[in-house]
T-cell receptor, first 113, second 116 residues
Framework: DSGVTQTPKHLITATGQRVTLRCSPR?????VYWYQQSLDQGLQFLIQ???????AKGNILERFSAQQFPDLHSELNLSSLELGDSALYFC????????????FGPGTRLTVL | AQKVTQAQTEISVVEKEDVTLDCVYE???????LFWYKQPPSGELVFLIR??????QNEISGRYSWNFQKSTSSFNFTITASQVVDSAVYFC?????????????FGIGTKLQVIP
């Protein structure tokens, strides 16, 4: 158990809909990262937050947004969903130093029908 | 710019064979950290090892070993006497300070299949 929690574990929805994925980092970790992993694809970095502030953006679509709340949990909002958004979405948290490894949550598997 | 290259997308070996997964990285920083993660078929990502740029000592943990060579910007991972349970996707990652803040970049992953 990495200490990072993600809910829900599975999500099935229809095209055009909007969903929210939730992540709680490990205790004490201020950084949260979101990744998308599509079938047979590597980890695509979406966005990073540090203590409530956005720190880096990767290949995140405009239809997607995220935030980190004062209690450090984070939410990834996906809107106007398309079939191609079906993927495994991972959240990871990390300590303050560069040497800290990322600890990953179990992921949320999103299926868009 | 930060970059991690895992040139081997898929490798198949027969059980008990040794296998090496390659990782080549690019960074402008002199201080950086390298990681390997394992993603078994169940899907979770498991941290395996961390190495900092000032420590070029190789590391061995059971059947796993890592060879870090700054001269070639490589951080290769060897599994000795592979087992079916080693079948997974393995990701190499680089962490440095880019643009004033820490950044983590993952390679595309190498899918290892160990055939019984």
């Amino acid at each position: 158990d990495s200490g990072v929690t993600q809910t829900p574990k599975h999500l099935i929805t229809a095209t055009g809909q909007r969903v929210t994925l939730r992540c709680s980092p490990r205790s004490g970790d201020l950084s949260v990262y979101w990744y998308q992993q599509s079938l047979d694809q590597g980890l695509q970095f979406l966005i990073q937050y540090y203590n409530g502030e956005e720190r880096a953006k990767g290949n995140i679509l405009e239809r997607f947004s995220a935030q980190q709340f004062p209690d450090l949990h984070s939410e990834l909002n996906l809107s106007s969903l398309e079939l191609g958004d079906s993927a495994l979405y991972f959240c990871a948290s990390k300590g303050a130093s560069s040497y800290n490894e990322q600890f990953f949550g179990p992921g949320t598997r999103l299926t868009v029908l | 710019a930060q970059k991690v290259t895992q040139a081997q997308t898929e490798i198949s070996v027969v059980e008990k064979e040794d296998v090496t997964l390659d990782c080549v990285y690019e960074t402008r920083d002199t201080t950086y950290y390298l990681f390997w993660y394992k993603q078994p078929p169940s899907g979770e990502l498991v941290f395996l090892i961390r190495r900092n740029s000032f420590d070029e000592q190789n590391e061995i943990s059971g059947r796993y070993s890592w060879n870090f060579q700054k001269s070639t910007s490589s951080f290769n991972f060897t599994i000795t006497a592979s087992q079916v349970v080693d079948s997974a996707v393995y990701f190499c990652a680089l962490s440095d300070v880019s643009g004033g803040y820490q950044k983590v970049t993952f390679g595309i992953g190498t899918k290892l299949q160990v055939i019984p």
